[in-house]
């Protein structure tokens, strides 16, 4: 299925130009000094930004920042209506306004915001899903459990946005109108930078939720502890990473700097491919990559698959193509021999089939479940097999193994 929604007038998706939203941070408390916008300049600022290629201005009071100091609700509210008001009928733009409270979110709303952008995914108040689904409003959730951006890996990210869309349906809301941010950046002490890493690198695995997808990566932490640099120097690193999500699928980047991000979202759009669908007569044909087995489960969830069916089926839907190298070749001929009778094959030199070879190389070709039920049977064989099975089981381990994968040696 092709994302493409309407938000207040602008189209989001996969076949929309990927847009841009600026940040205007009233928020002294802020941990991007820079980034802090006064009453006298807000209108130019916006401007500005929307001159250069926003087509939504963020609008926020409260530093989302862990060690900013705490502000009172009626601060925020001084701060967040007059710039509103400001704005509303002078700016050709969407217009969000970054809070956790559903009673100001709801005073944003009668004043002319477009979108609510709730980086505590409606746990901090969870009157603001009454207010979204009272007026009807689009809103960004960020993915979060008790606290927000605390999930720690992508496979808890998925299933705290999976238990936010859950949660709003019930409550009536069209879940089109959400648009999901998975919640980059050290949000809680312990959240380290591998973690942003992973939720980049695996950032396309978040299209399987059919919704548009908010990266919010702009002088993000990580960036400062990857490169040993302070907020004011992160500009390049943040436009690294707003190329990867771009390519992997991202519809809206959020960014302090919108000049400097508009050309790298253009390019980066550009090289993304479509997704291969066809429609006719009412029915239509998509192509998935899904490459992980609980996406592929949380994918039959919600056409309806029970969720015992989900887990028993999800590890067929995804394959892995192993190399094991320098083989004898009959071991080889017996791990093709036991792939073949689970539905796998498996590919090996010419010479090795008659034996006119001593050492091979070995592909084999399976869904997981093959492989795995391949490694288990080679655990009980002669010879080297049972290393082998060892040996492709840590090969798979290493697939979900966060520190192997991004915890680089200095």
């Known amino acids: 299925?092709?994302?493409?929604?309407?938000?207040?007038?602008?189209?989001?998706?996969?076949?929309?130009?990927?847009?841009?939203?600026?940040?205007?941070?009233?928020?002294?408390?802020?941990?991007?000094?820079?980034?802090?916008v006064d009453t006298d300049s807000l209108l130019d600022v916006a401007h500005k930004m929307i001159d250069d290629g926003a087509t939504i201005i963020d609008l926020g009071a409260r530093s989302t920042w862990p060690l900013a100091d705490p502000i009172t609700k009626e601060v925020e509210c001084g701060r967040l209506l007059p710039a509103l008001e400001l704005l509303k009928d002078n700016v050709d733009a969407v217009i969000s306004v970054d809070t956790v409270f559903a009673d100001i979110a709801e005073k944003a709303i009668e004043n002319g915001a477009d979108v609510v952008n709730d980086v505590a995914g409606f746990a901090t108040d969870g009157g603001m899903l009454d207010v979204v689904a009272e007026h009807g409003c689009p809103a960004v959730v960020m993915a979060a459990g008790k606290l927000p951006g605390d999930p720690l890996g992508m496979d808890a990210i998925m299933h705290s946005l999976d238990d936010i869309l859950i949660r709003s349906e019930e409550r009536g809301i069209d879940t089109d109108q959400l648009i999901l941010d998975p919640a980059i950046g050290k949000w809680v002490p312990e959240k380290s930078a591998m973690y942003d890493l992973e939720t980049i690198d695996q950032f396309e695995r978040l299209k399987i939720f059919e919704k548009p997808l908010l990266a919010a990566?702009?002088?993000?932490?990580?960036?400062?502890?990857?490169?040993?640099?302070?907020?004011?120097?992160?500009?390049?690193?943040?436009?690294?990473?707003?190329?990867?999500?771009?390519?992997?699928?991202?519809?809206?980047?959020?960014?302090?700097?919108?000049?400097?991000?508009?050309?790298?979202?253009?390019?980066?759009?550009?090289?993304?491919?479509?997704?291969?669908?066809?429609?006719?007569?009412?029915?239509?044909?998509?192509?998935?990559?899904?490459?992980?087995p609980d996406d592929a489960a949380l994918s039959m969830r919600n056409m309806g698959v029970t969720g015992t069916g989900s887990k028993i089926m999800k590890n067929k839907t995804v394959s892995r193509v192993l190399r094991i190298s320098n083989i004898t070749t009959t071991e080889a001929l017996i791990i093709k021999q036991e792939i073949l009778a689970r539905g796998g094959d498996a590919a090996l030199e010419r010479d090795a089939v008659s034996h006119e070879v001593e050492k091979t190389d070995v592909i084999v070709i399976g869904t997981l479940l093959q492989v795995r039920k391949l490694a288990d049977k080679l655990e009980c064989q002669a010879r080297n097999l049972p290393l082998i099975s060892k040996m492709i089981k840590d090969a798979l381990n290493q697939e979900s193994d966060i520190e192997f994968r991004y915890l680089r040696q200095s």
């Open 1 to 36: 299925m092709v994302v493409d929604v309407d938000i207040c007038g602008l189209k989001v998706g996969d076949e929309h130009p990927v847009r841009l939203m600026g940040v205007i941070n009233l928020s002294r408390e802020s941990f991007y000094k820079g980034s802090v």
């Open 217 to 292: 990566i702009s002088r993000k932490s990580f960036i400062g502890d990857l490169l040993d640099k302070p907020a004011t120097e992160r500009l390049y690193g943040s436009l690294a990473a707003a190329a990867i999500v771009v390519q992997k699928g991202a519809h809206i980047i959020r960014t302090h700097d919108v000049a400097e991000t508009s050309d790298v979202v253009q390019i980066a759009a550009a090289i993304r491919s479509r997704q291969p669908v066809v429609e006719e007569n009412g029915f239509e044909v998509s192509v998935l990559d899904i490459p992980y």
